[in-house]
């Protein structure tokens, strides 16, 4: 936002008791840098103490490391001077709200498929940075650094389902999906194919996964220089942007590889055909995830 004032400090809503007993001008601001609402207090720890804050239990659903307070210390006399003009000029979004106006919860299974998303664009931990090559450990190579890529979008069928292919490393995360209490509701394993499914309603995601090296290798170092990064579904995650050299190196795998393995390649091949290249703006309905 433009003419933000420069902060004196701030802290997270879980460490809201560090804030100075001073007057000022306090910021809600969120994770995305939004400020959500502004206000004033002759005594800013005193204001924010324990849950007194008339916003506390609304702003908590966001997340205590989610929200943080930051401030101005301001000389008491131009408290509400100061925090008029502020308003009027943010705008923030809380300060016209009723209070039991809550801040809207994000679908479980979306968050989940976020984790996903995040988990396949996250570089390997540090101990898992070198591998073994002919007897020598050496760096890995930046195509196998990430742990999976958005393919593209299959809307012939009913319910638009959008491939990532993901490395041998995911597929410990996704099978307990497909085992727990609650995720087995919308996450399962297609024995058929041999993919796990993420079923968000107005969108269905086939995670692919690639567990013999002879099938995982060929496949991420051909498509690496064609991925991108995209925020479609609020973390960032990378895209392909060529099917024909996904298309081009499915064809030449074909040694190697155990029998299921076989059965994933056919099942890649033929999907890829139907599959088109993922749009910037593609949108889904986020009401139906629940």
């Not at 051909?222 to 991108?228: D, G, I, N, S, T």
Request: positive net charge; charged residues 25%.
């Amino acid at each position: 936002m433009n003419n933000l004032p420069i902060f004196s400090g701030g802290y997270s809503l879980r460490n809201r008791s560090c804030l100075p007993d001073k007057p000022g001008i306090y910021f809600v601001i969120d994770e995305h840098n939004q400020i959500l609402y502004i206000g004033l207090a002759k005594n800013l720890r005193s204001r924010w103490g324990g849950r007194s804050h008339h916003r506390y239990k609304q702003l908590a659903r966001k997340g205590l490391d989610k929200i943080y307070l930051c401030y101005v210390e301001v000389p008491e006399p131009e408290l509400k001077t100061l925090e008029k003009a502020y308003i009027e000029q943010l705008k923030p979004p809380l300060n016209d709200a009723k209070v039991k106006q809550y801040l809207p919860k994000k679908s479980p299974k979306l968050s989940d498929l976020q984790r996903l998303l995040k988990v396949a664009n996250t570089p390997h931990f540090p101990a898992c940075q070198l591998t073994t090559r002919n007897g020598v450990t050496v760096p890995r190579e930046d195509w196998d650094m990430i742990r999976g890529f958005i393919v593209g979008i299959d809307e012939t069928q009913d319910v638009p389902h959008i491939l990532i292919i993901c490395q041998q490393n995911m597929g410990e995360l996704l099978w307990n999906r497909t085992t727990h209490r609650t995720k087995k509701r919308f996450c399962s394993y297609d024995e058929e194919i041999r993919c796990f499914w993420v079923n968000l309603r107005s969108v269905v995601f086939v995670f692919a996964e690639l567990f013999s090296s002879e099938f995982a290798e060929p496949v991420f170092k051909a498509v690496y220089p064609h991925l991108m990064d995209c925020n479609t579904f609020g973390v960032t995650a990378k895209k392909l942007t060529n099917l024909t050299v996904l298309s081009q190196v499915l064809s030449e795998v074909n040694e190697g590889l155990l029998e299921f393995e076989l059965t994933r390649l056919a099942y890649l091949i033929k999907v890829t055909y139907r599959l088109k290249l993922l749009p910037d703006d593609f949108q889904f309905d986020e009401k139906k995830t629940w």
